[in-house]
């Protein structure tokens, strides 16, 4: 839906996509909505590109949204902003001889800003930057 409501509803849902790819592996659903030009998308995808090579999978890595909030103003380039508040459960990476690497998660909220435009197809997210960890 192209309204206020409809863009936090597809933020949260970006990061459930996020939350599959870690669980999977599958990182083509959420790249199906994203720009090429995504800073947060280009780590994201190969920190599971990391994860799971060799045989290997991810245990934990899910993201929260704590909130996430709009004041849905066009901007310049014709793109809606949101920012999404929030944390991490820690990560670990297994490969076919045990834990090959950990990382921490976040218990104070990070905030992330989406930039999106809506299309024929639904809500894009053309860029997610982080702008406070």
Do not use: H
Not at 30 to 59: H, M, N, Q
């Amino acid at each position: 839906m192209q309204s206020k409501e409809g863009l936090e509803a597809f933020a949260r849902y970006w990061y459930d996509l996020i939350n599959y790819g870690f669980e999977t592996g599958d990182v083509e659903p959420i790249k199906a909505i994203s720009g090429p030009e995504c800073v947060v998308c280009d780590t994201f995808y190969r920190t599971v590109d990391y994860g799971f090579d060799e045989a290997g999978w991810i245990l934990g890595g899910s993201i929260k949204v704590e909130d996430a909030f709009s004041e849905y103003i066009l901007t310049s380039d014709g793109r809606y902003q949101v920012l999404v508040q929030q944390t991490q459960i820690p990560t670990s990476y297994y490969g076919p001889t045990g834990i090959t690497a950990s990382a921490d998660g976040t218990t104070e909220p990070a905030v992330q800003m989406m930039e999106a435009r809506y299309t024929s197809a639904g809500w894009y997210a053309e860029d997610v930057v982080t702008i406070w960890s």
